[in-house]
């Protein structure tokens, strides 16, 4: 039984690193509190977590990225925390840094094993970063550029992990890129509207031993319905197949140094993703190494 769990989380592996297909469209939601992977008890009130993370995404552009996230323990069923980002997006051709986004969320546990979850994301810019006065492309905007509300639900039963996520933009943000006649690449999103996604995760928690613990498992997100842009005479237009699902493999990591401090290693990577990704979300694989220190 335990080689069949170790060779399940091989061949999980096998198939991220063989992974050529591109999706991922993560918003923000998908690494926040529980909705990441699982509830957590502790004795200890504050966590404080910093981490790094290397994606690849479309036209050869590289994206890392980094965060620092605290959360605060206010009684044994609610917690708060707080998340920032900063990206750097970047090819042969050009490359663009700047902090993403902030996050503000809590977590309340409504019954044993079982967390609701709201939260905010605020951006840190419009979402019409610019080069020299002309605007850039989603896949170069270090933020969507806007302010959502996100809600969750979790539950653990035994070793499996199940958790439930809503992401609405409650604004849209300022772009006004245009792909030029000769340019094939990028899309236009001038007065781009980005719709809802849902999200499933389902995951297997398994303990290697009293220091190394293995997530499994996958993440679907679901983009609700067709995003839009406004074309050069004012139309407003949806973007063909820019709606739909995108199936994520993951792959987590995590390594108890002591009581107070952890390394986690996570991996993902598509294996169904939708037609078109407009809001430059796009991405063949992540990885991301996370330290955590409670206190």
């Known amino acids: 039984m335990k080689l069949a769990k170790i060779f399940l989380f091989s061949t999980q592996l096998f198939f991220f690193s063989s992974s050529f297909s591109q999706g991922c469209s993560d918003a923000g939601f998908c690494t926040l509190g529980p909705i990441k992977t699982g509830i957590a008890s502790d004795s200890l009130r504050n966590t404080l977590k910093v981490g790094l993370n290397y994606g690849k995404a479309d036209f050869d552009i590289t994206v890392i990225g980094s965060y620092i996230d605290y959360n605060y323990k206010v009684s044994e069923k609610l917690n708060i925390g707080t998340k920032i980002t900063y990206t750097n997006q ?24 079982t967390n609701v979850n709201l939260g905010f994301k605020i951006p840190f810019s419009d979402g019409n970063l610019k080069n020299n006065g002309i605007a850039l492309p989603m896949d170069f905007q270090p933020s969507l550029g806007t ?6 639900v979790s539950r653990k039963i035994n070793n499996f992990f199940l958790a439930l996520g809503y992401q609405k933009p409650l604004s849209q943000n300022k772009n006004n890129y245009f792909k030029p006649i000769s340019e094939s690449k990028y899309f236009t999103t001038n007065g ?15 303990d290697i031993s009293e220091k190394i613990t293995l997530n499994g498992g996958l993440l679907g997100i679901y983009h609700t319905t067709e995003d839009r842009f406004v074309d050069a005479i ?11 699902l995108t199936l994520n493999l993951n792959l987590l990591v995590n390594y108890k140094i002591n009581q107070t401090n952890a390394l986690e290693l996570s991996f993902g990577s598509p294996l169904i993703v939708r037609e078109s990704r407009p809001d430059g979300l796009t991405r063949s694989m992540v990885a991301n190494l996370e330290y955590k220190f409670k206190f």
Not at 99 to 107: E, G, H, M, R, T
Not at 147 to 152: A, K, N, R, T
Not at 234 to 244: A, E, R, T
């Open 90 to 113: 970047k090819n042969a051709n050009f490359s663009a840094a700047a902090l993403s986004d902030i996050f503000v969320f809590s977590d309340y546990k409504v019954a044993n094993k």
């Open 147 to 152: 302010f959502d509300i996100v809600l969750g």
């Open 192 to 206: 781009f509207e980005r719709s809802s996604d849902i999200l499933l995760r389902g995951m297997y928690v398994y």
């Open 234 to 244: 004012g139309n407003k237009n949806k973007i063909k197949g820019s709606d739909g």
